[in-house]
């Protein structure tokens, strides 16, 4: 299977470049199993799309402001994209330079105090800051929100939430769990009255969520590493739902890879680590029951992951229907929730 085998025409007009005033007030595609109609609602319908007992799984990771520049001192112009906290006020990077800086020079940051270049890493480099309190605290008045590259805008005052979920807590991300965005405390409220269940994991969605796919054979692709945590008590909620007859259902495709990563044997078990796993049509998903998430770029491997869930052909006559019906995609944009394939492939 070929990368050029999910490819589709999506108009610049439909990338959403900024948030709807209300996070629930998006649309959504509802791509129901087997061969039945799509039907276009709302976010704001989910309560009366799920079922008493069914099982919300959300990822509460908090993107950093992971976004800095600085100069060397030769001059050149340098961006940082932080891609994870290291002990010690380090930081492992993506940078963007004319030129390499050499491993033991130092560059000047803009928001004040220097980056050590400690020595590079395939594609990142670790770094050492020396800003004079916790990396982690001095990023959250210094960095710049890592907004994705397809939004063609400076982030605004209204990122800072709005790229953000209402339940994000543990810090690490520098890219927000889109699918999350679409929920608000009234929704949230209006699903527990439905009696919704809810359940949490942690995924740090990395840097490398942005680099496309350089291979054309899905088989030579290699995943960037991730690191996730599926605690104990999720894993307990996951068997309730399930011998209660519940519906497990991801909200967004990190929660799903965090869930497949957790599995042993069919079963889940909790586990924290690293992740990179790759999911693309053939393997089989066994963790949940219904994913809702974003529309996904072309030739991504988020859109091969819904590929392997719903299956190829019925998540592309779905992006046809979105495309037609004018779904705003991306980040900001519409959601979908989807059923498996009886087969997934």
């Known amino acids: 299977m070929k990368k050029s085998d999910f490819h589709y025409e999506l108009p610049e007009a439909l990338i959403a470049q900024a948030p709807l005033p209300e996070r629930s007030a998006s649309r959504l595609l509802l791509v129901p199993p087997g061969d039945a109609a799509f039907s276009d609602v709302g976010v704001r319908d989910l309560p009366s799309l799920l079922q008493p007992g069914d099982l919300l799984v959300f990822n509460d990771t908090r993107v950093i402001p992971a976004r800095l520049f600085g100069t060397k001192v030769t001059g050149g112009r340098v961006e940082f994209l932080i891609e994870r906290l290291l002990p010690g006020n380090e930081a492992r990077a993506q940078l963007g330079f004319s030129k390499p ?8 940051l803009d928001a004040g105090g220097e980056a050590e270049v400690l020595e590079r890493e395939d594609s990142f480099w670790r770094l050492r800051f020396h800003v004079g309190e916790s990396l982690e605290q001095w990023l959250q008045h210094a960095g710049r929100l890592p907004l994705p590259p397809y939004i063609q805008r400076e982030p605004g005052v209204d990122d800072a939430e709005r790229y953000q979920t209402v339940f994000a807590r543990e810090v690490g991300a520098v890219a927000a769990p889109t699918a999350g965005l679409h929920f608000d405390d009234a929704l949230l409220d209006a699903l527990r009255e439905r009696g919704v269940q809810f359940g949490h994991v942690t995924l740090h969605v990395g840097a490398g969520t942005f680099q496309p796919m350089r291979v054309d054979d899905l088989r030579d692709h290699r995943m960037h590493s991730e690191w996730l945590n599926v605690g104990a008590e999720l894993v307990q909620q996951v068997r309730r739902t399930r011998a209660a007859g519940g519906r497990v259902i991801a ?4 929660v799903l890879r965090a869930l497949e990563s957790a599995l042993v044997d069919g079963e889940l078990q909790p586990f924290a680590g690293e992740t990179n796993i790759f999911i693309f049509p053939g393997y089989r998903i066994r963790s949940i029951d219904a994913l809702l998430t974003n529309f ?4 991504s491997t988020l859109l091969m992951l819904v590929s392997a869930f719903a ?7 779905a992006y046809e229907h979105a495309v037609r019906e004018r779904y705003r995609f991306f980040s900001y944009g519409d959601a979908m929730l989807l059923f498996p394939a009886q087969d997934q492939t």
């Not at 909200?251 to 990190?254: A, E, F, K, N, Q």
């Not at 996904?296 to 030739?299: D, K, M, N, Q, R």
């Not at 299956?311 to 006559?317: E, I, L, S, Y």
């Open 311 to 317: 299956g190829k052909a019925r998540v592309f006559a």
């Open 101 to 108: 800086p050499r491993p033991g020079s130092r560059i000047t």
């Open 251 to 254: 909200v967004g495709t990190t």
């Open 296 to 299: 996904h770029l072309p030739e």
